[in-house]
């Protein structure tokens, strides 16, 4: 089974299932222009993060980890009339891209996206009494993974869901001995549930257009 047949079957599933969505393929394209990495969420994960939300029932939701928005507008729509998502990220650039993209969607009434490390943020929004967040979304640089999860678990309430992407890594997770920064950071998170007494969690393994990865899901207590 390789990657070509994963990325086919993500094609057939959204085929299948999703109606056409002019608005987040625009939002692909100007990524795509600005120069942004191709490390969004794809539409099936994208659209997984979009249910849980709505699953949830979602009214205030905390990304770590903007990019270009795609994600961020995923979850937007999940949205009630008066929800909101605030969106953490560190890049200028990115943050300009995504600003952009988030007219393009017609979600910018429902973001606010906050520039700068997102420590500093976390700490501003903790500061401001922003939470308590029904739903985070931790997907930036993976060696803050335990710093994030710390974060989210002051700006949540029993009941928040908390998911960390790229927990997986093509397998490598399993690579206890490793330097890789990411992987170290991929442990740090399951570490991280399993030793807060207010988390439980589980880590689904995906396939599909980004190759070989996963989420990690927990819901606080
Ligand atoms: N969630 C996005 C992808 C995020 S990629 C999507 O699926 O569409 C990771 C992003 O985290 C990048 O844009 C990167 O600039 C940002 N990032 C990296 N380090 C960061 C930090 N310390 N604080 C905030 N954002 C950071
Ligand atoms: C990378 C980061 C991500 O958040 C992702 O989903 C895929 C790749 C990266 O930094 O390479
Ligand atoms: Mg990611």
């Known amino acids: 089974m390789s990657r070509k047949t994963w990325a086919a079957v993500d094609d057939y599933i959204v085929d299948a299932l999703f109606e056409a969505d002019p608005a987040l393929d625009a939002v692909l394209a100007a990524n795509r222009d600005e120069g942004l990495p191709p490390i969004d969420v794809s539409p099936a994960q994208g659209k997984l993060l979009s249910l849980l939300a709505r699953i949830r029932g979602a009214k205030k939701i905390l990304e770590i980890g903007t990019l270009g928005g795609y994600s961020t507008i995923w979850m937007a729509r999940a949205l009630p009339m008066d929800g909101k998502i605030v969106t953490l990220e560190l890049d200028p650039h990115h943050a300009k891209v995504a600003r952009s ?14 520039v700068g490390p997102a420590l500093e943020s976390l700490a501003a929004l903790s500061a401001g009494n922003a939470g308590p967040f029904d739903l985070i979304f931790i997907d930036a640089d993976k060696p803050n993974n335990p710093n994030y999860l710390s974060w989210a678990t002051r700006l949540s309430r029993p009941g928040t869901v908390i998911i960390c992407d790229n927990v997986i890594r093509d397998g490598a997770v399993i690579d206890g001995g490793g330097h890789d920064a990411n992987v170290v950071g991929a442990r740090a998170a399951f570490s991280f549930i399993r030793g807060d007494k207010r988390l439980d969690g589980t880590a689904i393994q995906t396939v599909g257009a980004k190759g070989y990865d996963g989420f990690a899901i927990a819901i606080v207590s």
Request: hydrophobic letters at 35%; charged letters at 20%.
């Open 101 to 114: 993209n988030f007219g393009r969607a017609g979600v910018s009434n429902q973001v606010e996206l906050r």
